[in-house]
């Protein structure tokens, strides 16, 4: 296993450039002071040496701008399948399956400072500047292993662009100074967009696919806006949906009750407004 782990550790920065360290592998936490590889690559001599004096450690993926990816990070089936709704069917990621769970590989976008949180979904986080992820072939503490699914590794495919509807989910970072420290990994809370009780419902899974992206997103409106009321005009929801796909969603929501319309759009008002409804909890 330790020739294994050297041998793919090396793989993942000299083939596809990736920032490496060594991780423990019952609590996950570096076996090094890793704040530097958050901006410089180890070097494979480096990287061995890590590795013979670790012999049991996991293979940690520096994520962020280093490596170029953003990692979301599943820990259940329920928040793997929610993730999975807010992706085009036509869009191929690279994808892990860990010991309790998935990791979903995209691209890292390009100045957008995205750090690392959890809770964009329940059961959900994200991993990006000043993060890490456990990856293959390492074996956690109770010998859980970090496998590539067949055919959707780094090495047979380029992580995408994270798609919007995803990106909608979380949280803009703050704004950093020039004397602030690179960060380590550690939770902050994100955006609960929706709650277990919502997605284990009868009503939520009536919803079609389209119905439950546009609820995502509609939670997501209000979270970073801080907004009460619901104002969601067809020229946003184009971004992830055709227009008619999104006023049957709405229609949808409506009458499952996850909705309810507070103000006709009028002659002077181009969208309608909406409140969110607890009915959804009277389905059967």
Known sequence: MQKQIIDYA????????????PV???TKKPLIR?????KKKAGSEIIKKWFLQYPDAGLGIVTGNI??????????????????????????????????????YFKYPE?????????????????????????????????????????????????PEIPKAIISLIPEPKKKSNKEKPVEQKETPGFAMITNEVIKSAAFKKLTNTARTAYTLLRAQVKKKGQSDVIYPY????????????????????????IEKKQAGGLFRRT?????????????
């Not at 890793?34 to 958050?38: D, M, Y």
């Not at 709704?85 to 010991?99: A, C, G, S, W, Y």
């Not at 020229?235 to 996850?258: C, N, P, T, W």
């Not at 309608?272 to 059967?284: A, E, P, Q, T, V």
């Open 67 to 104: 490596s170029g990816l953003l990692v979301i990070d599943c820990d259940t089936l329920e928040g793997y399948q929610a993730t999975m709704e807010l992706i085009p069917d036509d869009i191929t990621i690279p994808t892990v399956k860990t010991p309790k769970g998935w990791h979903l």
């Open 235 to 258: 020229s946003d929801a184009l971004d992830y949906m055709e227009r008619r796909s999104f006023s049957k969603a709405i229609k949808q929501l409506i009458e499952i009750g996850f």
């Open 272 to 284: 309608n407004i909406y409140i969110f409804s607890d009915k959804w909890r009277g389905f059967k």
């Open 24 to 26: 423990d592998a019952k």
């Open 111 to 159: 100045g957008s400072g995205f750090t690392v949180g959890q809770g964009i979904l329940p059961g959900v986080d994200f991993r990006g500047e000043g993060g890490y992820v456990v990856s293959p072939p390492s074996v956690n503490g109770n010998g859980g292993q970090y496998k590539w699914l067949d055919g959707l590794s780094l090495f047979e495919i380029d992580p």
């Open 34 to 38: 890793w704040i530097p590889n958050q």
């Open 10 to 21: 090396i793989r993942y920065e000299q083939k596809l450039g990736l920032s490496i360290i």
